[in-house]
């Protein structure tokens, strides 16, 4: 089961910034945060990941709370094509085998 | 850039029949897995597969399915007798080793229906 909890759905204003929250109470000290995505029955997409700094890449920011039981994904400047569910992930960070064990996700909805 | 393909898009089979899903992951990538989505549910994973052999499986993967890496490119999931549960999306994905991301790359996906 996964080891995360986030809400179902979130709604959010396009140009606008979306944060998505996630709780990850349990997690361990070998286990890394993930995000992935998935728009609209496509395969799943990675987004970002991190362990207990905050990271940024191109498409997202991640920011995990000091106690790590906690992280939020934000999104700077949400557009139509960010629609979609986003999953975070409690993962160990290993040589890659780890399968990766989704929950139900947040169903993000941009409106323009 | 490099990306995980699948064949077909769509499969529509007979209950019982076989099938064969077809997968072509990045080329140096090391590790590669079968997931499965139905229809309104969660992804679950299947099977992960490195060095020629099953690193891993979920209970879903029963002696009803198979996979296997024929030749140097392609990796294939085989259903040997389709059940209308086996109904869904089947994605196909590729890790590799020596990443500091060990990021998953997905395919698009095969739509499978039994009927």
Sequence with gaps: ?112 | EPEVTQTPSHQVTQMGQEVILRCVPISNHLYFYWYRQILGQKVEFLVSFYNNEISEKSEIFDDQFSVERPDGSNFTLKIRSTKLEDSAMYFCASSSRGSSYNEQFFGPGTRLTVL
Excluded at chain 1, 13 to 25: Q, T
Excluded at chain 1, 71 to 96: E, K, M, Q, W
Aim: aromatic content about 8%; proline content about 4%; overall charge neutral.
């Design chain 1, 1 to 112: 089961d996964a080891k995360t909890t986030q809400p179902t759905s979130m709604d959010c204003a396009e140009g606008r910034a979306a944060n998505l929250p996630c709780n990850h109470s349990t997690i361990s000290g070998n286990e890394y945060v993930y995000w992935y995505r998935q728009i609209h029955s496509q395969g799943p997409q990675y987004i970002i990941h991190g362990l207990k700094n905050n990271e940024t890449n191109e498409m997202a920011s991640l920011i995990i709370t000091e106690d790590r039981k906690s992280s939020t994904l934000i999104l700077p400047h949400a557009t139509l094509r960010d629609t979609a569910v986003y999953y975070c992930i409690v993962r160990v960070f290993n040589s890659g085998n780890t399968p990766l064990v989704f929950g139900k996700g947040t169903r993000l909805s941009v409106i323009a």
